[in-house]
């Protein structure tokens, strides 16, 4: 079946708007998380939802960031007033359930000039 | 909070040479799960340890679990150009959300043919 799916892959914008990232997971999957990855870092967390809810958000690094799951499978990631240190691979992973393997989408790559 | 360190930051070896990258935490971890991420791709998972002292072995990759479950290692048999990637650690740690997998920075490895 498809993998997670990521839309946009690339996403340019300028610093202080708004962006929206999308996530589509691996279908029946009830856990969704949002990653972020710096070059020559590993990916850092941000939020895991559990169905509907987010179930742990610790990881996002302030309230200019905030996701999204209303249906339990599509995944919204929203980032307002954006700044340059937000640039950065944002990922998406699934899982079938909450300490299984997690199966990562390709990224979207956001870029604040 | 928790922290997930692992070396070596980088690794060049000469195809048919063995590999080892070590991973500790800063605290005891529920499980650990090992992501290889080939340049520009995303983590894909290779596998997740949950025992004291456990051993799995996949070919000719070999992964490790300590007995106090703080560290674990992952080590390569002979090489090949296809292991070229980076290795990422994760761990969950006892008594956070079981949602929250923290990665290490990872372990690049380059192979020469």
């Known amino acids: 079946g498809a993998g997670v799916s990521q839309t946009p892959s690339n996403k340019v914008t300028e610093k202080g708007k708004y962006v929206e990232l999308r996530c589509d997971p691996i279908s029946g999957h009830t856990a969704l998380y949002w990653y972020r990855q710096s070059l020559g870092q590993g990916p850092e967390f941000l939020i895991y939802f559990q169905g509907t809810g987010a179930a742990d958000d610790s990881g996002l690094p302030n309230d200019r960031f905030f996701a999204v799951r209303p249906e339990g499978s599509v995944s919204t990631l929203k980032i307002q007033r954006t700044e340059r240190g937000d640039s950065a691979v944002y990922l998406c992973?699934?899982?079938?359930?909450?300490?299984?393997?997690?199966?990562f989408g390709p990224g979207t790559r956001l870029t604040v000039l | 909070g928790q922290q997930v360190m692992q070396i070596p930051q980088y690794q060049h070896v000469q195809e048919g040479e063995d590999f080892t990258t070590y991973c500790n935490s800063s605290?005891?971890?529920?499980?650990i799960q090992w992501y290889k991420q080939r340049p520009g791709g995303h983590p894909v998972f290779l596998i997740q340890l949950v025992k004291s002292g456990e051993v799995k072995k996949q070919k000719r990759l070999t992964f490790q679990f300590g007995e106090a479950k703080k560290n674990s290692s992952l080590h390569i048999t002979a090489t090949q150009t296809t292991d070229v990637g980076t290795y990422f650690c994760?761990?969950?740690?006892?008594?956070?959300?079981?949602?929250?997998?923290?990665f290490g920075k990872g372990t690049k490895l380059s192979v020469k043919p």
């Open positions: 992973a699934s899982s079938q359930q909450h300490t299984g393997s997690q199966y």
């Open positions: 605290t005891t971890l529920s499980n």
């Open positions: 994760a761990g969950r740690s006892y008594g956070g959300s079981q949602g929250n997998l923290i």
